[in-house]
């Protein structure tokens, strides 16, 4: 039953609910600056296979809930109207689903803080299973009560065998069609799974999350609001994430005679140089490999490996150039490089600047972004003893 199709989801927002003590039914209504329908549409946003969304609210409603929708992007999302009771909402959000949906999601707007992986569990194994349905195992012993003025316990059921349903509850086309089919014939149920259900379909079950609560009463809104502010401090978190990149490059190479000393592209004159199969350019290695980093691209042994002919005596700076390339290709701008060179000798000093400027016009970035440092070991190992230069590098990329 694998399915790798296209999936749909309905967002069901068409109760009236518990108001909140606001005029606008509590699906709607900001909480932590966003609404708990807004923050059900942009969690199936974020979900790669969800290629629609349909969203049944109250026909008087329609105009606030398109107000409300985020930004879709590539995903088709509307609203249409409900209608009476849940089940005839879902019929008309299904209805409203393109022939195209082989798999469809049925979700409550009110529970606004389902993850990315309760979504992603449920429509594997929906395409699995034909039906699946979030839902947290009880960890509470269950006692069930029996009729009367005072609740009396009945018995204890065995809390092994007990799962409370959440949303999102997934379907086949075949199985949600024949559930809506029920509801329409006249069949009551509190969800879409009762009804697929009572159609005969095996409905499994799949872990579902604490967090991902139905606010359902006024008793709900302090633990949304602590939800939401956590919502918005991971989305901060992300933003800030994606905007900023660090990269660390290093590399060191053995002085030798009979060698150019190449350092950022500037030739040194000196008695020794780097030992290497390109010109053995540290500086532009370690910069090459931080930058490289920032972006997750590699690095230059995968990119330029001196097993290739072409890369002999290379000039390492070209190297940089085409690092750099790739990275803006990827969508990054260089925020900083910093360098510190250590070698006993010679001293960096009066090449620090051709050096930067060589470095920022391979990265094409102003060279007051580019910052290069010299050091000693202090006689200890080999770069110490002046037999060797290493050569470490950050980077900061920025999204462009
Ligand atoms: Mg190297």
């Keep these: 039953m694998e399915s790798d199709g296209s999936v749909g989801v309905i967002i069901a927002a068409a109760g009236r609910g518990v108001r909140f003590g606001a005029p606008v039914p509590k699906q709607l209504l900001a909480l932590a600056g966003k609404s708990l329908l807004t923050r059900s549409v942009e969690a199936f946003l974020g979900v790669e296979a969800v290629r629609e969304i349909v969203v049944v609210v109250p026909a008087d409603l329609a105009t606030e809930a398109e107000r409300q929708l985020p930004p879709a992007g590539r995903v088709s999302l509307r609203v249409v109207a ?84 959440q949303t999102p509850q997934g379907f086949t086309r075949q199985v949600l069609a024949a559930a809506v089919d029920l509801g329409e014939r006249g069949a009551a149920a509190t969800d879409e799974a009762r009804l697929a259900e009572l159609a005969g379909y095996d409905v499994c079950l799949v872990e579902g999350d604490p967090r991902n609560i139905k606010v359902t009463t006024e008793r709900d809104r302090d633990l949304a609001l602590a939800l939401s502010a956590m919502a918005e401090a991971h989305a901060q978190e992300d933003s800030v994430m994606s905007a900023f990149r660090i990269g660390f490059g290093y590399d060191s190479h053995q002085l030798v005679a009979g060698r150019p000393l190449v350092l950022g592209g500037v030739h040194i004159p000196f008695d020794r140089g780097l030992s290497g199969h390109s010109d053995a350019d540290a500086i532009a290695h370690a910069v090459t490999d931080a930058v490289l980093g920032a972006a997750a691209l590699g690095d230059i042994g995968l990119l330029f490996p001196d097993t290739d002919p072409r890369w002999k005596d290379a000039d390492s700076l070209a190297l940089l150039a085409d690092a750099a390339t790739r990275t803006r290709e990827a969508g990054f701008r260089v925020g900083n490089i910093d360098v510190t060179v250590i070698a006993e000798r010679p001293k960096l000093a009066p090449w620090r600047q051709p050096i930067c400027d060589n470095l920022a016009r391979a990265l094409q970035c102003g060279p007051e972004r580019v910052s290069v440092k010299g050091k000693t070991n202090e006689g200890m190992d080999a770069t110490g003893r002046g037999e060797a230069v290493a050569v470490h590098a950050v980077a900061l990329l920025i999204r462009a």
Excluded: C
């Design 82 to 165: 409900g209608g009476a009771r849940r089940q005839d909402s879902v019929a008309a959000g299904f209805r409203a689903l393109s022939p195209e949906v082989d798999l469809v999601l049925v979700h409550d707007a009110a529970r606004a803080f389902v993850t990315r992986e309760v979504i992603e569990r449920t429509i594997d194994a929906t395409s699995r299973h034909g039906a699946a349905v979030a839902a947290l195992a009880a960890s509470d012993t269950v006692k069930r009560a029996r009729p009367g003025e005072v609740a009396l316990v009945a018995e204890t059921l065995p809390r092994e065998t007990i799962y409370l349903a």
